[in-house]
C-alpha cells in the first residue's frame, strides 16, 4: 500500500499512472493507497484499488474512483464521491456532500447539516445530526435521517426510510416502499407503488398515493390519505389521538369505481372524523356482516351508490356527527 500525507497548504494528490500536473506517482502496477490531507483544502484522488482517504480539516474534495474504498472528510465542508465499487464515505464534521456513484454504499453525513446521494446501487444512507437530505437514488435503498428536520427521497426501488428524531419529510418514489417516520410532526408520501407507512408519535401527515396501501398513523392526530388514482384498494389505520381519514377533497371524490378505502379502527370517542367531498345528500351508509376484518359488523360508505370505504367491525358511523363535507 502506498501512503501520502499532505502539508497545511492547498495540496493535491491523485494516483494516477499518467501526468496531470497533480502530484504523481508513476507505477506499473496499481495498488491501494492510504492517503491523508492534513489541513488546507484538499483535492485528494484515489485509483482503481481499495483505497482509504482522510481529509482531515480544510474543505476538501475526496475522489475514491475504482475499488472498494474508504473516505473520511473530517473537519469543515467536504465533498466525498465513492466512484466505482462499494465504498464507506463518513463526512464527519461540517456541512458535507457525499455520493456514492455506482456500487453498494455506505454514506454517514455525520454532524451539521449535510447532503447524501446514494446513486445507483442498493445503498445505506446515515444523516446523523442537522437537518439532512438524503436521496437514494436507484436500487433497494436504507435512509435513515436521525435527528433532526430531515428530507429523505427514495428513488426507484424498494426502499426503506426511517426519519427517526425530528419533523421529516419522507417520500418513497417508485416501486414498493416502508415509510417510518418514527417521532415528530412527519409528512409521508408513498407515491407510486404498495407502499406501507407508519406516522409514528407526533401529528403526521400520511399520503400513500397510487397503488395500494397501508397507512398506519399510530399515536398523534393525524390525516391518512390513501388514494391516488384509478382503482386502488388502501387501508387506514389512524391508532390514538383525533384521526382525519380522507374520503375525498375539495374537488373530487377519492375511489370512485372499483376500489376502496378500508378503515380498521374508527372511533367517535377519540374525535375521528371522515372528510368528504360535496353534500351530504350524495352519501349513504349500510351495515353488513363480514366485508372486512372479523364477524362484527362493518359500515359501507356509499357515494351515490358507489362503495367508497368500509369501516371494520363497527355500526356506529353517522354522516352528520363524523363526517366533514368539503
Same mark, same amino acid.
Given at each position: ?24 506517482? /508513476?507505477?506499473?502496477?496499481? /495498488? ?17 484499488? =481499495? ?25 469543515? =465542508?467536504?465533498? @466525498?464521491?465513492?466512484?466505482?465499487? =462499494? ?10 456532500? @457525499?455520493?456514492?456513484?455506482? #456500487? ?13 446521494? #446514494? ?37 426507484? &426501488? ?38 406501507? @407507512? ?35 384498494? $388502501?387501508?387506514?389505520?389512524? #391508532?390514538?389521538? /383525533? ?15 372499483? &376500489?376502496?378505502?378500508?378503515?380498521? $379502527? ?61
Amino acid at each position: 500500500m502506498g501512503t501520502y500525507v499532505g502539508t497545511n497548504e492547498n495540496d493535491k494528490f491523485a494516483a494516477y499512472q499518467e501526468t496531470t500536473g497533480w502530484w504523481i506517482f /508513476k507505477k506499473k502496477v496499481w /495498488k491501494p493507497w492510504k492517503m491523508s490531507g492534513n489541513a488546507g483544502n484538499d483535492t485528494l484522488t484515489g485509483g482503481e484499488k =481499495n483505497d482509504t482517504i482522510f481529509g482531515n480539516s480544510g474543505n476538501d474534495y475526496l475522489y475514491g474512483k475504482g475499488g472498494n474504498d474508504t473516505l473520511y472528510g473530517g473537519h469543515d =465542508n467536504d465533498y @466525498l464521491n465513492g466512484g466505482s465499487g =462499494n465504498d464507506y464515505l463518513s463526512g464527519s464534521y461540517g456541512r458535507d456532500t @457525499l455520493s456514492g456513484s455506482t #456500487g453498494n454504499d455506505s454514506l454517514y453525513g455525520g454532524s451539521d447539516n449535510d447532503i447524501l446521494y #446514494g446513486d445507483s446501487g442498493n445503498d445505506y444512507l446515515y444523516g446523523g445530526s442537522g437537518n439532512d437530505y438524503l436521496s437514494g437514488s436507484s436500487g433497494n435503498d436504507y435512509l435513515y435521517g436521525d435527528s433532526g428536520n430531515d428530507y429523505l427521497y427514495g428513488g426507484s &426501488g424498494n426502499d426503506t426510510l426511517l426519519g427517526s428524531t425530528g419533523n421529516d419529510y419522507l417520500y418513497g418514489g417508485s416501486s414498493n416502499d416502508t415509510l417510518l417516520g418514527s417521532t415528530g410532526n412527519d409528512y409521508l408520501s408513498g407515491s407510486s407503488g404498495n407502499d406501507y @407507512l407508519y406516522g409514528g408519535s407526533g401529528n403526521d401527515t400520511l399520503l400513500g398515493s397510487t397503488g395500494n396501501d397501508y397507512l398506519s398513523g399510530s399515536s398523534g392526530n393525524d390525516i391518512l390519505n390513501g388514494y391516488g388514482s384509478g382503482t386502488e384498494y $388502501d387501508t387506514l389505520s389512524g #391508532g390514538d389521538g /383525533k384521526d382525519t381519514f380522507l374520503l375525498g377533497n375539495t374537488s373530487s371524490i377519492f375511489y370512485l369505481g372499483a &376500489g376502496h378505502a378500508t378503515i380498521t $379502527d374508527f372511533d367517535w370517542r377519540e374525535y375521528d372524523k371522515f372528510q368528504a367531498y360535496g353534500s351530504i345528500d350524495n352519501y349513504s351508509l349500510n351495515q353488513s356482516s363480514n366485508v372486512s376484518g372479523g364477524s362484527a359488523l362493518d359500515t359501507q360508505i356509499y357515494y351515490r351508490g358507489d362503495l367508497i370505504g368500509v369501516v371494520q367491525d363497527t355500526t356506529d358511523v353517522l354522516l352528520r356527527a363524523d363526517f366533514n363535507f368539503v
